[in-house]
């Protein structure tokens, strides 16, 4: 895509967590060039390994050396979801930043879209019109949107979707503690709390087809719910009175 005047928007950073992609990684690379690689307000592309133990890192390492916006960071080992997000977003330069995952879970193609709905005051995140990660998943899926809502009161549909676009004034602000995947729950909190709306935007959700997802795994669940109590015990007082605005005003 050939960008016109019309079509410039704030510098982009999109960043990518990856622990053991090596099969995922050339994919989005090159998905993620197809569309932004003539697009003179795409910054850079943030690579962040999560201590894997295949040939993720030497692959994200050619891939830096290939292009001067794509950038690793590296963890020395394994600190989880969480972390490597964090990680990225205190790495990432541009005025936008852009979070999803190294299986590609949405059409790339839809990030202009994404852009045109950026606001200084706004977040906008993905959630998926369809289900396509099986039973046990969409479950899982469920019930957490459904717990968010009633301890949090977060009135999204789709909190994990790994399709966040966030300012970076915003982020710079963000008090982010996960190490696990609850960091997109807290993304969502600490925009509500710096009083940043949230738009929601539909998208075909494309399940893994290479790689493993570790999602569902009760390790990964427990932490969630971990690190969702812990928040829940530092921000008490405040996350009760935003949910009862936030139900006041629906």
């Excluded at 992609?21 to 690379?29: A, D, G, H, Y």
């Excluded at 390994?49 to 050619?62: H, N, P, V, Y």
């Excluded at 990030?111 to 019109?129: K, Y």
């Excluded at 570790?214 to 928040?231: G, H």
């Amino acid at each position: 895509m050939i960008p016109t005047p019309d079509s410039r928007h704030p510098s982009l950073s999109i960043i990518i967590p990856l622990f053991n992609e090596e099969e995922s990684l050339p994919i989005t690379v090159t998905a993620i060039f197809n569309e932004l690689g003539n697009d003179p307000d795409f910054l850079e592309l943030v690579l962040v390994d999560d201590g894997s133990q295949d040939k993720t890192e030497q692959l994200a390492r050619q891939f830096a050396a290939s292009d001067f916006r794509i950038r690793l960071v590296s963890h020395k080992f394994n600190r989880g979801l969480g972390a490597a997000i964090r990680t990225g977003l205190a790495a990432a330069e541009g005025d936008l930043v852009l979070y999803t995952d190294a299986d590609s879970p949405f059409d790339f193609r839809l990030i202009p879209d994404l852009l045109t709905l950026a606001r200084p005051n706004q977040i906008v995140i993905g959630c998926r019109h369809n289900r396509g990660e099986g039973g046990r998943r969409w479950l899982l899926s469920k019930g957490y949107n459904l717990l968010c809502r009633l301890v949090f009161g977060v009135w999204v549909k789709d909190v994990n979707f790994a399709c966040k676009l966030l300012p970076r004034k915003a982020v710079q602000m963000m008090n982010l503690q996960a190490e696990g995947s609850f960091i997109d729950a807290e993304i969502l909190l600490e925009s509500r709390r710096l009083g940043y709306q949230i738009a929601q935007m539909p998208m075909t959700y494309y399940p893994r087809t290479v790689g493993e997802s570790t999602l569902s795994r009760p390790k990964v669940v427990w932490v969630i719910l971990e690190e969702m109590f812990r928040y829940l015990l530092c921000n008490a007082f405040s996350t009760h009175e935003i949910a009862k605005e936030t139900n006041h005003q629906r």
